[in-house]
């Protein structure tokens, strides 16, 4: 488990079926990802045992209930398609709509690169965006990722359709300078 202030990330369990679909059904939150949003319960469920269960994958809770609101994962070697080098990852993220524009992600996803560069021994995390996701986009500048490349006519395999991804990134270096300066 990681803290923040407001924030247990905690491995997710099949009893947060429930609390997952509460708020991935939301046609808001999983399209603009490239995901679509969940049918059931069930689909939830199978979400938590097939998707969610990276090494590094977590519900990000409050800390005053500890039930899911949203997910981030740093996606390791193997399980990102930014990097195949064993000391560079990809961060993944969302929350739910009623938490929107709280900072909760980016609370979460600072904790998250401590843990991959301090803990993990990470030397560079990559995230995306898919074109008009400018939250997501927000989050990334608000955290000291910095843009690195576009690319068109990406596969958007659980959507059936190509888009055009921003890919950013930062460095253990830019981390540090980032976090000195703030």
Known sequence: MLYTERLILRNWEESDAEDLYKYAKNPAIGPIAGWQPHKDAEESRNIIKNVLNGDEAYAVCLKNDNKPIGA???????????????????????????????????????????????????????????????????????VGF??????????????????????SAITKEEWKKWNTAK
């Open 72 to 142: 981030i994962e740093l996606m390791l070697c193997g399980r990102n398609h930014m990097s195949d080098e064993p000391d560079e990852c990809e961060l993944g993220y969302w929350v739910a709509e009623p938490f929107w524009g709280q900072g909760l992600i980016p609370e979460a996803a600072r904790e998250l690169l401590r843990h991959a560069f301090d803990d993990l021994g990470m030397s560079k995390v990559w995230c995306g965006y898919y074109d008009g996701n400018t939250k997501s986009k927000r989050v990334q500048e608000k």
């Open 146 to 167: 910095t843009y690195q490349y576009t690319k068109e006519n990406v596969d958007v395999p659980l959507m059936g359709e190509k888009r055009t991804e921003h890919i």
